[in-house]
């Protein structure tokens, strides 16, 4: 199998569309302007000796080894800072250059331990390589060092050694071994952008230093890899390497947390991985990682994941371990009884935005084939469905409409309720990098997210706005660019219905939509709305990227067609650099809602009581399906409480926790009698459950998953399923046992067929993704290559529609009980309700939710940071730890729902947007005291997990 290779060439590639050609070693050569030397000669198949030199990075030009003589010049420039020219004769392997090289590698090697048989990067080393490739042979100088090498020198203790840094969980830096190319500090600021390393003192005393001398885990470190990556030598090593050794195969799949989509190389040691290595031909990251993706694996591993599948009566028994026949059986039964009893429509089942397309297809069929109605629903709706419904009245097509590298092209980024440096980090990374190449930046969020102002970048306007308050603020963005005459007409008339403009455009044209009026409304400064609403309209090419500070409202539909209207305004749609992007939160919530996860919607976002749509699929399945929607988790919740909803089969997802209300989530699961949690862990939501079906991780299937960017990835098998059965496996199986003639022998057939019958998937198949890597939807005969950019001729829908967009306050009002205003958000540490963070040695930065309150509201309470506080809304009440900040403005409060023991949807109520029923967890009326310990609901709550979590010992045989 062997490991899969990268070539590096030493240098980025570049832009330019004009063509230079040279000559290398004898070898002719063309590549574009602009092209260095070092990956000119890479490209001709020949390797120049580099150390400072990865294309991850620009130029550098310090390590001296990349020397090259050049025809009709003087001295011996360095390759990699030099760029081609026409006609260049360029020499790399000459008397001279061999000897300058044998010299530099010299004073390397005599400040460097030459421990190599014993160092975690032996067989994986550059500075080891390229000691091969110069030819050494010998060091004039001696290896004794100066101030690198040892702890002691002639027994006496050598001051200016410095001991290694093991304080990051996941890597080690040594500096004895670091030769100062300054790769890792290149990394840390070109890539990723966050400027944590530097080079500290001078000549021989030159180290790398996170920080201001501090240890990595107390300095600004993301803990993204880059450094590690980048790293020639075992200075920066992977912790899993120094423990299992140097990897011997490795298999390019996706990564399995947020909704970027980041292409990895798994490195293995037989079945077991030894490290994730982002894959430069990754085209959503591009050879960048965060530290989710690149190091938070073990959860596959970790010692609470459930192999075997178990039953029980009641949810207060323990449980007790069953084979997969009896597991499968015996929920096949409970099924049928259900329905029998209650009815066809008595049960459901909920998809997950975790698995892949295949898995999630095949759920949705189930219900819809084998259950016989529509009770099919999806975490994806309690996040984006608003996204769905908003661009498809408008545009006609319900998912963004870039790809990522469009952020290359773009002259002014906007940011509306979304929080990428925490939930999408490495597209963060490149927006990052585009505004530090002059790209303007306006923020729409109500707190000061990291993004707003960091190293080398700082918004031109942050809006922090009452949370509530979207719809009217972006509403007075565009009342600006319309009574300012800034709007584009000629976009308009030719792509647009002019007099639908017409009449939106007197809408957002009233007094009670300007900036003066909403600025009050929403507290904000009336003139940086105004100020940012020009910055939009006349800064070049706009993209609007925004999350689930949109769409988790109230009115969150309301605000993804203002956001539509917008971007059709200012002409900001259908070419690289604009559009309207959507950052979903989860690896495969875009694919879940292809996938036909709705209870209204089939495959390809086309509605149940279309006649056409459902003759595909019931002269494929061979039944009648039903023409009316069925129920939304909500009222599936609301049905069992009412005594009619009994049965659920949940795959992947954990609503107990992620829903909002959760009393009242709890209350619907108790009143099913068969809830079947199909999952890695004995997650909250199992505390109600009759089965559990142990699932397997993204390293242990093979499938698809579709990002943000509408781009269907690759997922690959690495190792066998621990549990024994992939997740589409365990769906199929219980489809056979409820007497479905299934028979798919690879998730290859499941793609054929979502192909088949989806217009937009037609030509995807596993090996036409192998050939092209990755393709986004619609990707058929008409756009073969896929579409990476959406509306380019024309509108799906035909013409853009513009929708008035009138600001209806929530029903949720602060008053004097409930003066404060909760909204909720992530970590860049943690993912989701946590389930798999949680189990890895994450919870070094995030150990506990805590709540973000500001000092000014602090000190009317009486609390410090750290206090323990009670916060209590009209749902439920919880107690966590104040963390006092100016992040949040007054009259605010924040906090993360990672952590169960928290619960913060216990605070949330079930308000939810008027168009697809998404909660509104980002506006709750709340007030915060000071607690002496748990609310009366957490320690009930906790008593009941552990008493649901047991698990019966099978009884010695006699």
């Not at 049905?639 to 609503?655: R, W």
């Amino acid at each position: 199998m062997g490991l899969v290779q990268e070539i590096d060439y030493g240098t980025p590639a570049s832009t330019s569309e004009k063509q230079v050609t040279l000559t290398v070693d004898g070898f002719t050569v063309t590549v574009p302007e602009g092209t260095s030397i070092m990956r000119a000669s890479m490209e001709a198949g020949i390797a120049i000796p580099k150390l400072c030199a990865t294309d991850m990075v620009d130029a550098f030009g310090s390590c001296r080894l990349c020397l090259v003589e050049i025809d009709g010049r003087n001295g011996t420039p360095s390759s990699c800072t030099t760029p081609v020219a026409p006609g260049m004769v360029v020499h790399t392997q000459t008397g001279r250059l061999k000897d300058i090289r044998r010299g530099v590698m010299e004073l390397y090697i005599s400040d460097h331990p030459l421990d190599c048989l014993t160092c975690a990067a032996n067989g994986d080393c550059e500075l080891q390589t390229q000691a091969g490739v110069v030819g050494l042979r010998d060091v004039r100088y001696g290896y004794a060092g100066d101030n690198h090498v040892f702890k002691k020198n002639d027994g006496a203790e050598n001051f200016k050694w410095m001991a290694k840094d093991e304080s990051n969980p996941y890597f080690t830096y040594d500096p004895s071994k670091c030769i100062v190319c300054s790769r890792c500090v290149r990394a840390c600021e070109e890539v990723q952008g966050t400027f944590a390393l530097t080079i500290e003192g001078r000549g021989f005393e030159s180290r790398v230093s996170p920080g201001m001398h501090q240890l990595f885990i107390d300095s600004e470190c993301v803990s993204c890899g880059a450094c590690v990556q980048a790293c020639p030598t075992a200075t920066l090593s992977e912790k899993s390497v120094i423990k299992i050794g140097q990897p011997e195969h490795s298999v390019v799949t996706t990564c399995a947390y947020c909704g970027v989509g980041c292409s990895f190389k798994a490195e293995m040691r037989g079945d077991e991985l030894v490290r994730m290595v982002p894959y430069k031909d990754g085209k959503a990251n591009r050879g960048h990682s965060c530290v989710k993706g690149r190091f938070a694996y073990g959860y596959s591993t970790h010692k609470e994941r459930i192999l075997n599948p178990m039953i029980r009566e009641k949810v207060s028994d323990p449980w007790r371990e069953v084979s997969w026949q009896e597991a499968l059986t015996h929920t096949a039964n409970e099924f049928r009884r259900i329905q029998y009893q209650y009815g066809r429509t008595s049960i459901g089942g909920i998809t997950s935005s975790r698995c892949t397309n295949e898995e999630t297809y095949l759920v949705q069929k189930l219900i819809r084939q084998g259950f016989r109605n529509n009770n099919v629903d999806t975490c994806a709706r309690v996040c984006h469905s608003p996204t769905g419904y908003g661009l498809g009245q408008t545009f006609g097509t319900s998912a963004g409409t870039q790809d990522f590298d469009s952020i290359e092209q773009t002259d002014v980024v906007m940011i509306i309720g979304a929080n990428p440096t925490d939930a999408h980090p490495v597209f963060a990374s490149r927006i990052k990098k585009r505004l530090r190449r002059g790209a303007k930046l306006i923020v729409l969020d109500p707190r000061r997210t990291d993004i707003v102002r960091s190293a080398h970048i700082e918004a031109q306007h942050h809006l922090p706005l009452k949370p509530g308050t979207n719809v009217a603020v972006v509403t007075a963005l565009a009342h600006v660019i319309v009574t300012e005459g800034l709007f584009d007409e000629a976009f308009i008339r030719e792509r647009c219905d002019w007099d639908e403009f017409q009449d939106w455009a007197s809408f957002v044209a009233l007094p009670e939509n300007s900036p003066e009026v909403v600025g009050q409304l929403a507290n904000v400064d009336p003139e940086e709305i105004r100020s940012a609403a020009r910055l939009f309209a006349t800064g070049g090419n706009g993209a609007i990227y925004y999350g689930l500070g949109v769409t988790e409202h109230s009115q969150g539909s309301t605000t993804v067609i203002a956001i539509a209207n917008l971007a059709m305004a200012t002409g900001n749609i259908g070419r690289p650099g604009v559009g309207v992007n959507p950052l979903r939160g989860q690896n495969n919530v875009q694919g879940s809602c292809d996938m036909g996860s709705f209870p209204h919607e089939l495959p390809g976002y086309r509605h149940v009581s279309g006649d056409a749509v459902r003759d595909i699929y019931e002269s494929l399945w061979g039944v009648k399906l039903d023409d009316e929607p069925g129920l939304r988790i909500p009222n599936m919740l609301d049905a069992a409480v009412d005594g009619s909803f009994k049965g659920l089969y949940v795959q992947g997802e954990d609503i107990l926790q992620s829903d909002p209300d959760t009393k009242h989530v709890a209350a619907g699961l108790a009143a099913m009698e068969c809830v079947v949690v199909h999952d890695l862990f004995l997650n909250e939501t199992a505390n109600y459950a009759h089965v559990f079906l142990p699932g397997s991780t993204f390293l242990e299937k093979d499938g698809t998953f579709t990002n943000a960017e509408r781009r269907i990835n690759r997922v690959r098998k690495v190792m066998a399923p621990k549990n024994g059965l992939a997740d589409w496996e365990v769906t199929q199986k219980l489809a056979q046992a409820m007497g479905l003639a299934w028979n798919y022998q690879h998730p290859s057939e499941i793609i054929d067929e979502i192909a088949k019958t989806t217009p937009s998937f037609a030509k995807v198949s596993y090996d036409y993704l192998e050939k092209m890597g990755s393709v986004q939807w619609p990707c058929n005969e008409q756009a073969p290559e896929g579409t990476p950019i959406m509306h380019i001729s024309g509108f799906v829908r035909g013409k853009g529609k513009f929708i008035r967009t009138e600001y209806v306050a929530t029903d949720e009002r602060t008053g004097p009980r409930f003066p404060l205003l909760l909204t909720t958000g992530r970590i860049l540490s943690q993912y989701n309700v946590g389930a798999q963070t949680r189990r890895t040695d994450n919870v070094m930065w995030h150990s506990e939710d805590r709540l973000e309150i500001h000092p000014h509201d602090a000190e009317n309470r009486g609390l410090r940071d750290g206090d323990w506080v009670r916060l209590t809304s009209r749902s439920g009440e919880t107690t966590l730890r104040a963390l006092i900040t100016d992040k949040v403005s007054p009259g605010v409060v924040y906090t993360t729902f990672h952590h169960p023991d928290t619960q913060a949807n216990v605070i949330t109520t079930d308000f939810s947007d008027w168009a697809t029923n998404c909660p509104e967890y980002k506006v709750t009326a709340v007030q915060v005291g000071a607690s002496n310990g748990p609310s009366e609901w957490q320690r009930d709550y906790d008593e009941q997990a552990r008493n649901s979590r047991r698990i019966a010992t099978l009884e010695a045989a006699e």
